[in-house]
């Protein structure tokens, strides 16, 4: 399912456009919005910022609204257009503009795209958002604009009222501030033409995961990396699935889950990878389904969870299947900090259930840090892969954003 966002504009826009110098800063986000969005678009997937026929430059906060039941994860993607603006084919490829995210957003900043690693020209943006069960959905804006590096002659036209900031690797001009009629940002950053300071992108497992040889678990499994073990990022799925291509420490190469591991490091050069055609049949040596397991309840004890005291998360397992568990399960619940990406984990087992039957596990936790802001936990259901479902998709279950209270934390 795709909305497109695209129109060319009228007149005097689309050749400010086209020229480089339409730069974007009369307009407050707010009025974009109102100004450009689309009829007759899905309101449940939608950027409203950056519009189309807009300048973008440096670090941008795209903007919008990812608000879908059962979504398992969202992105951003770009391409770069002809100057002749012309459609390019479904086959030319999209490349990551950001890391997987996962949670519902409405009508507030999405994620952050960084225009520094790329020549200025004319791009297009794809917001991608997947849903279990279900085809992906997509946003796209075009024709956009990137302009980090701005004529000398225009530079000397804005001086008159610029304040300089001067770092080690970045010159940076400020003129009045956020972008209102009286100003705008303007950067110029160094394009960067080598890997970060953060050095090469790893995944670090933030609970027991497989590693397959395609970006679903329809593939067979082919290694495995234990909470906490790193491995070597290589590349994105072409498909759009958000999987990361890993190389494991023995040489092994495989496609893992983004909702499973955590990613440092540069990403900006990342390959993409095609995986192989999924399997006609299933693994000859797969077992017969014993059952369905599935979180569909989250709940807290104390109510309002307190900064560096100890309390329960409280998740209801279901065994939606049409046959008994052969065994036990492991449930793994992640609090995450919303802002930074910081999590803290735990695990307990839950027994062998009946179909129908409902079992309360109840995962002691401590988050020591960022008191008093949003944070959000997640569920993963038979995390140690202990039992052969029917559908071994839909064991992730994530809350609502609950606000840490600061207690005792700083």
């Not at 689309?38 to 309101?43: A, D, K, L």
């Not at 490091?265 to 599935?294: E, F, H, M, Y």
């Not at 009946?354 to 309360?360: I, R, T």
Request: aromatic content about 8%; charged content about 15%; glycine content about 10%.
């Amino acid at each position: 399912m795709r909305f497109y966002h695209r129109w060319a504009g009228l007149g005097l826009a689309f050749c400010l456009l086209l020229t480089g110098f339409a730069l974007g800063s009369t307009q407050t986000p707010a009025e974009a919005q109102s100004a450009s969005t689309p009829p007759n678009t899905n309101p449940n997937v939608v950027i409203s910022f950056p519009p189309s026929v807009y300048v973008v430059r440096g670090f941008v906060e795209v903007r919008g609204t990812v608000n879908l039941p059962n979504i398992s994860n969202y992105f951003l993607e770009f391409r770069q257009l002809s100057d002749d603006l012309l459609p390019l084919p479904q086959e030319e490829p999209w490349f990551p503009a950001s890391l997987a995210q996962t949670g519902v957003k409405i009508d507030e900043v999405l994620l952050e795209w960084d225009t520094t690693v790329l020549e200025d020209g004319l791009y297009e943006i794809r917001l991608r958002a997947n849903v279990s069960r279900q085809a992906p959905i997509e946003f796209v804006v075009a024709p956009l604009r990137v302009q980090n590096i701005l004529p000398d002659f225009l530079v000397a036209q804005l001086q008159p009222t610029a304040t300089f900031t001067v770092t080690p690797s970045t010159s940076v001009i400020v003129i009045g501030g956020t972008p209102t009629p009286g100003g705008v940002i303007i950067s110029r950053p160094t394009l960067a033409a080598s890997p970060s300071p953060t050095g090469d992108p790893i995944v670090t497992a933030t609970t027991d995961a497989n590693v397959r040889t395609g970006d679903s678990t329809a593939y067979p499994v082919v290694g495995s990396l234990a909470t906490g073990t790193q491995a070597r990022l290589i590349g994105i799925s072409s498909t759009g699935s958000g999987w990361y291509y890993i190389e494991l420490s023995n040489g092994r190469r495989g496609f893992v889950s983004p909702g499973i591991v955590n990613v440092t490091g540069n990403v900006a050069g990342l390959q993409r990878i095609t995986p192989p055609p999924v399997p006609a049949t299933p693994t000859p040596t797969r077992p017969p389904s014993t059952g369905d397991a599935i979180a569909n309840g989250i709940g807290f004890v104390p109510a309002e969870p307190r900064c560096n005291e100890a309390f329960q998360v409280q998740v209801n397992i279901t065994n939606i299947g049409s046959v008994a568990f052969a065994s036990g399960g492991t449930l793994t619940v992640r609090d995450v900090h919303l802002a930074s990406g910081a999590s803290t984990s735990a695990s307990m087992t839950f027994p062998a259930l009946s179909p129908g039957q409902n079992f309360v596990v109840v995962v002691p936790i401590l988050v020591g840090s960022n008191g008093g802001q949003d944070h959000q936990i997640t569920a993963t259901v038979d995390s140690n892969n202990n039992i052969i479902e029917d559908n071994e998709g839909n064991n992730t279950f994530t809350s609502e954003p609950y606000r840490l209270r600061r207690a005792g934390c700083p």
